[in-house]
């Protein structure tokens, strides 16, 4: 008899680059009972599939590796409070980076401002060696001991990373420097003025900080990682109103409730549970979940979901699903699997850097060795092992990518473009198709009135007034879009009196003796109004919904609400697909309205009445189709699961939070223009960082022989190293320069 598949979620603490996630990996695969670890970077988490599985061995033998490990429970709740205990921990790691970052940014300036007239030739250096090294042992101190915890961590583990660059560059340039400082100390004839014997403090002392500027932004890239799965937690109310069997009510917390249950839910309460409505009526707000920019009259019989919001009347519902079974926890779930994938260049810097550390080292232990062979004494042999590590120092290394990404995401951020990461600018290169959500996207998300339909002998004026006199009741959407329109009409709306809302129907009020009306056919129906004839009369193509309205028993007609599009949609397709890009619509409103909407976008693929996981399969489809290159724009929380598969995920600004953390890419203003800049910038930012990388390696071929054999001091080894660093730094200066291409939304 085989064993019960198990799968267990780990918290892990420690992890700071792709070597380290891999390492946890190997060592979670060997263990009894593992039949695949997946470790993901940057959710700080390792998922275990297997049978028989000890959770203890596993943390133990997360511990030994150097890491701390933490096992999530299975209810939906635990995973909530989880996810909140780590984002407060990433934000205190968030904290004492920026921290290093500023006290080493402070104990540098005076080193580097003191070393100008010496690195520009006009003159000796303004500080004295021994303040540099002073200075430069702060430095190493508060920021170099975190790299080398690092490095230490990585060699241990049989594998090098970028900390292991950082620790050696640095390590050599200040040991190096403060032995040449102190067996200078009681020499008579040497100089301490810093102009005989070139010191590197400087050097190691800017490295690090420049690289923990790198590291701060790495910390709130890792910090905002998680951010969609905090929000579709938050969105699970914390406790329910049960209904117990002699009729009272009682709050208790939502981990409690099991099926069979009945809870109240009243007007502006969330859900707590999926489950069945047993009585009561009501319009729930589920464009969260669903997609559907109008709320949904519900009644006996009907389902509903855990997150959705109860808009008015009072609902008993049976509980059906909770905790991880319910439709919310499911989408958690769907989101967690979309962003556990590895992306295909991820951690770039990391995997050069495996191999060129161990390279590094080799050619500078030769060279180390081959001098000494060849008679030279330790100081020359030593002088050109030195400058073999100098000249190899990350300092480039470390500035390609952050130096790219401040000067990208920050000329993005101008334009109105938020950017994730550096993955982002990988995946958005070679898009070939992009997929949009409707409401909320494509269109504006909010309702608005479109005509108005009068029976005979029934101005249109006497229709709207009529409305929105029993409109200004409601806080309702279409209340709201009703009360617009006619203040935009310029008509004088006099409230009515005695309005009262009539759950999952409309409201009522009235006007003097006459009675007025406003709502559904059916509301209309039951107060023995007919809607018939003008009802077959009125051709809506499933595009919008009506409210009927009516005064002394008489039909005055009806108002069509519809969600408009934007403006600028037309115009932002027509780039898209002027460059070949695939545009499609997945949505989960009904096919009518979605083929509306899409003729006037102008969309080519109108894919209508999809659940979230469908839609999640619509972009797997797509990716498939494309080779992996497809793009996904939305704004809801049921587009969360769909923008965090899709290659490239952008969400639109004002949208869900879980959609924002979900997305790589968010636009700060609700204009799909920005769409196709989004894919300028960060298809540049990505050229402009392999450009910094293959600058950075240009130095080191070419310095390294130069170093192994003499030809290359140490102080042009520094030089050599700084000016790869200028270069780098030039280069991004040209990526801070991009703006939108004219017609692309430039910011006014």
């Known amino acids: 008899m085989n064993a019960t598949p198990q799968h267990l979620t780990f918290d892990i603490s420690g992890m700071t680059c792709a070597s380290c996630s891999a390492r946890v990996e190997k060592v979670l695969s060997r263990q009894p009972g593992v039949r695949e670890a997946r470790v993901n970077l940057a959710l700080e988490r390792a998922d275990i599939e297997g049978e028989k599985l000890d959770p203890d061995a596993l943390a133990t033998a997360i511990g030994k590796a150097g890491f701390g490990a933490l096992l999530r429970q299975a209810d939906f709740a635990a995973h909530r409070d989880a996810d909140e205990a780590q984002a407060a921990a990433r934000r205190a790691d968030e904290r004492q980076t920026l921290l290093r970052l500023a006290v080493s940014a402070i104990l540098t300036l005076p080193i580097v401002i003191g070393m100008l007239p010496m690195m520009t030739g006009i003159g000796q250096a303004w500080i004295s060696p021994i303040w540099q090294a002073v200075l430069a042992t702060g430095v190493m101190g508060i920021s170099g001991s975190r790299f080398w915890r690092e490095a230490i961590g990585a060699l241990r583990g ?145 389902p509903v979901i855990t997150g959705t919001t109860n808009t008015d009347g009072v609902l008993e519902v049976e509980v059906r699903a909770v905790g991880a079974d319910t439709r919310l926890a499911r989408m958690t779930r769907l989101v967690e699997e979309a962003q556990s994938g590895q992306a295909p260049v991820q951690k770039l810097v990391d995997r050069i850097s495996a191999v060129f550390v161990p390279v590094i080292l080799a050619i500078a232990g030769v060279t180390l060795a081959g001098w000494l062979l060849a008679g030279a004494n330790f100081e020359t042999a030593m002088v050109a092992a030195v400058a073999v590590l100098v000249i190899a120092c990350p300092c480039a290394l470390g500035l390609a990518t952050p130096t790219a990404l401040v000067a ?81 009409s310029s008509f004088n709306v006099k409230p009515a009196a005695n309005i009262r809302a009539v759950p999952g129907r409309g ?75 695939q545009t499609v619509m997945l949505t989960g409103d009904n096919q009518a309205t979605a083929q509306a909407i899409g003729d006037m976008a102008g969309v080519s693929d109108i894919r209508a009445g999809l659940l979230p996981a469908e839609k999640l399969d619509a972009i797997r489809e797509l990716a498939d189709r494309t080779g992996g290159h497809v793009a996904f724009v939305g704004d809801g929380l049921n587009d969360a699961p769909a923008l965090a598969a899709a290659n490239l995920g952008i969400a639109m600004a004002g949208g869900a939070d879980a ?59 520094g030089a050599a190293m700084a000016f790869s660093s200028v270069s780098v730094v030039a280069n991004s200066a040209f990526m801070a320069r991009w703006r939108p291409k004219a017609g692309q939304s430039l910011p006014k």
């Open 158 to 302: 049989g594998s090098a990373n970028m900390a292991v660059l950082v620790s050696l560059g640095t390590g050599a340039a200040y040991l190096f420097s403060m032995w040449v400082l102190l067996s200078s100390w009681g020499d008579p004839h040497a100089s301490h003025d810093g102009t005989s014997t070139h010191l590197h403090f400087e050097a190691a002392a800017v490295v690090l900080t420049l690289i923990m500027l790198g590291k701060y932004l790495e910390a709130r890239a890792k910090s905002d990682a998680a951010g969609a799965l905090r929000s579709l937690g938050r969105l699970q109310p914390e406790t329910a109103e049960l209904k117990t069997l002699n009729g009272s009510v009682r709050t208790v917390p939502v981990e409690h409730l099991v099926a069979g249950d009945i809870i109240m839910v009243k007007p502006g309460a969330r859900i707590a549970a999926d489950g069945v409505i047993i009585t009561g009526e009501s319009s729930l707000d589920e464009a969260m979940v669903t997609g559907e920019s109008m709320p949904v009259a519900r009644g006996p019989g009907e």
């Open 408 to 488: 990208g995401t920050g000329a993005a951020a101008r334009a109105g473009i938020l950017i994730r990461d550096i993955e982002t600018l990988e995946r958005a290169t070679d898009i070939k198709a992009i997929a949009f959500d409707k409401t909320g996207t494509l269109t504006v998300g909010v309702p608005e009135v479109a005509d108005l339909y009068t029976a005979d002998g029934v101005s249109t004026g006497d229709l709207l007034r009529l409305a929105a006199a029993v409109e200004t009741g409601s806080e309702h959407p279409i209340a709201r879009a009703i009360l617009v329109h006619a203040q935009r």
């Open 507 to 581: 409201l009522e009020g009235t006007d003097g003796d006459i009675k007025i009306l406003v709502g559904s056919a059916r509301f209309l129906d039951e107060a023995g109004i007919g809607t018939g004839g003008l009802a077959a009369a009125i051709d809506l193509n499933g595009a919008g919904t009506l409210a009927w309205v009516a005064a002394g028993q008489k039909l005055m007609g009806a108002i069509r609400l519809a969600d408009a599009i934007r403006p600028e949609a037309r115009a932002a397709l027509a780039e898209l697909n002027s460059r070949g890009l």
């Open 659 to 717: 959609a924002r953390d979900a997305a790589a890419i968010t636009l700060m203003r609700p204009d799909l223009r920005l769409v196709p800049s989004a894919l300028d910038v960060a298809a540049k930012t990505r050229r402009t960082i392999r450009q910094n990388l293959v600058w950075a390696f240009i130095y080191n071929l070419i310095g390294v022989p130069l170093a192994v054999f003499g030809i290359l001091p140490p102080v042009f080894a």
